[in-house]
């Protein structure tokens, strides 16, 4: 027998034929002991489950420390995710928040808009993207009321540390409204399987450490309104990545995912590389609104800020004139991997929607497609514009 593919055997690069099944059972079958987690107060379908306990040992500065450590060992080497039962008490700071994303729905539906969404047919579930900057320009004070809550800075802190950014999304699963096939989250999960085997294996280590993804309930979600499926400890499948395109990981997910019912007011917080998806609303009348929380590290940034679009501007003659020359693709995809902005994100979802893939156009494809499709400098320009304006969140 082969041994399995893990972090400390990888080889440099993953290959599609890394994903064997086997070895995926042998990592996620297994059980969650609450002993190894003395802060948390149950498991629930392999799931932790925090509430009093934990509350009881954050007061004091050591106390927080311990029980953030034990939050980050149960995402990274856990179950991978983290229920915290009543993580608002005050469920009426819940209800202000959803009457301001209910408005902007409304809103939205007046202006005829329809949300795009990376997983379902538009139309069918209700989408707020860059719901952060849009509550807190709304209703200020409901937003501090919301945000104030200690265990969205606790959990974010223990999984990124200090200068954690956090964006939000609204999602409403109407009755009806489909399950997601299995995934992995933000960034690796974000890609087809072939552009994250152009990752290599150290990468894929990296990726479930630079986000937390989180989601507050906004109403009471018994299982047939369809919460999260998740399937506990799948985080820890190194190549997990490019297995969960693979149809027979999908099929297992399908077979073995627990759903746990949520309270208005619960949080459920999971590592970014565990296997889940929105399951299907079977009840009648629930829209089931869940606030949907990404938090990034503060590390996903360079030291300088570059003016890249003026870069773009300025390189296109060149590599125009040098394409006609007959410069080598290579010599030029180096120079625009160089100076142009070669990642979609951050952008803004409602202007920059995801079509017909995760992620939308990035600078470096526009600048690529530029020279390939041989445009103008005012052609560049006025695309170049257009895309800036996209990418800017404005209200
Ligand atoms: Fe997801």
């Known amino acids: 027998m082969t041994a399995p593919v893990t972090a400390r055997t990888a080889p440099g690069w993953f290959t599609a034929d890394d994903c064997r099944l086997e070895d995926f059972r042998a990592v996620v079958e297994t059980t969650t002991d609450l002993a190894e987690y003395p802060c948390a107060d149950e498991v629930r379908g392999n799931v932790l489950v925090y509430g009093s306990r934990l ?3 954050v007061a004091t500065p050591a106390g927080r420390r311990d029980v953030q450590a034990e939050l980050a060992r149960a995402l990274a080497d856990g179950p991978g995710i983290v229920v ?19 408005a902007m729905i409304d809103e939205q539906k007046a202006a005829g808009v329809v949300g795009g969404d990376h997983f379902a047919t538009p139309g069918a579930n209700d989408r707020v993207w860059g719901a952060l900057d849009k509550f807190a320009v709304r209703d200020p004070e409901a937003f501090a009321a919301y945000y104030g809550n200690d265990v969205l800075a606790l959990v974010s802190e223990a999984w990124l540390g200090r200068g954690y950014q956090v964006t939000s999304q609204v999602n409403v699963v109407n009755p009806g409204g489909q399950a997601q096939v299995a995934h992995r989250d933000y960034h690796l999960g974000f890609m087809s399987e072939e552009q994250a085997l152009a990752y290599p294996a150290h990468v894929h280590r990296l990726s479930p450490v630079m986000t937390l993804q989180g989601a507050v309930a906004h109403c009471d979600m018994p299982v047939e309104t369809g919460p999260t499926m998740y399937l506990p400890h799948s985080q820890k499948y190194a190549p997990g990545y490019v297995a969960f395109h693979q149809p027979e990981f999908t099929a297992y997910f399908d077979a073995h995912f627990v759903q746990l019912p949520l309270r208005k007011g ?20 629930v829209r089931r609104m869940a606030n949907l929380l990404q938090v990034s590290s503060a590390f996903g ?7 890249r679009a003026a870069m773009c501007r300025a390189l296109h003659p060149v590599l125009r004139a040098r394409k006609a020359a007959g410069a080598e693709e290579r010599t030029l995809r180096n120079v625009v991997a160089a100076s142009a902005e070669g990642y ?3 952008t803004n979802l409602d202007r920059d929607q995801p079509i017909g893939g ?38």
Do not use: I, K
Request: net charge negative; glycine share 6%.
């Open 55 to 57: 509350r009881d040992s």
């Open 84 to 102: 915290f039962a009543g993580a608002f008490p005050d469920t009426g700071v819940v209800d202000r928040a959803t009457a301001v994303f209910q």
């Open 266 to 285: 619960d949080a459920a917080f999971f590592n970014p590389a565990l296997f889940h998806g929105a399951g299907t609303n079977r009840s009648a009348d």
């Open 301 to 307: 940034r360079a030291m300088e800020t570059v003016d």
């Open 344 to 346: 979609a994100f951050p």
């Open 358 to 395: 995760l992620a939308p156009e990035t600078q470096a494809e526009l600048a690529w497609r530029a020279l390939q499709e041989d445009w103008s400098p005012e052609a560049l320009d006025a695309e170049l514009t257009a895309q800036a304006e996209r990418h800017t969140s404005g209200h």
